[in-house]
């Protein structure tokens, strides 16, 4: 985020830069609210571009074995360009890397989620999928296994058809 901040407030430098010597080339004919304007506009243009790019430069950086399974796009009515163009503001990957089977219960899936969000730390939580019963239940106090592998008291809720991130966990 402090980099970001940096970033936009460089940017507006820049700008204002360039402005300035539009200025000076120009014998000094252009008005004085140039420098201003064009400062705002680039700080407001970085901040656009670092919105629109967080994204991508958050999923390539995903290890292997992480694999991004829903994203949320968002519009605002304060942002008027993402009425036209939405941009990602949180996503949720599964780690398929690590994600275990019980021999005794092969429907069922223990795999760890990951919620990424724009201005907001990275959360886990274990779930455990049962893929024929299109439900999962999240393991994050903690669970009790019995000896033959089947979690108790665990708290399943329904999931929809499709839902690409038990389709993820399933075909794996």
Do not use: H
């Amino acid at each position: 985020m402090f980099i970001e901040l940096i970033a936009t407030v460089f940017a507006g430098i820049a700008c204002a830069g360039v402005a300035m010597l539009l200025n000076i080339m120009t014998g000094r004919r252009l008005p004085k609210w140039v420098m201003p304007v064009a400062a705002g506009a680039g700080m407001i243009g970085m901040t656009i571009s670092n919105e629109y790019t967080w994204f991508a430069r958050t999923a390539e950086r995903l290890p292997e074995g992480v694999e991004i399974a829903k994203t949320v796009e968002e519009q605002s009515w304060w942002r008027p360009w993402t009425q036209a163009w939405p941009y990602t503001k949180r996503f949720i990957a599964v780690d398929i890397a690590t994600a275990r089977k019980n021999e005794n219960l092969p429907e069922q899936r223990l795999a760890d989620l990951y919620f990424f969000g724009r201005w907001a730390p990275v959360n886990q939580a274990p779930m455990l999928f049962d893929c024929a019963g299109a439900r999962s239940a999240v393991l994050i106090d903690g669970a009790d296994f019995a000896d033959d592998g089947t979690v108790q008291d665990a708290d399943w809720q329904a999931v929809p058809p499709g839902d690409p991130i038990l389709q993820l966990v399933c075909e794996t």
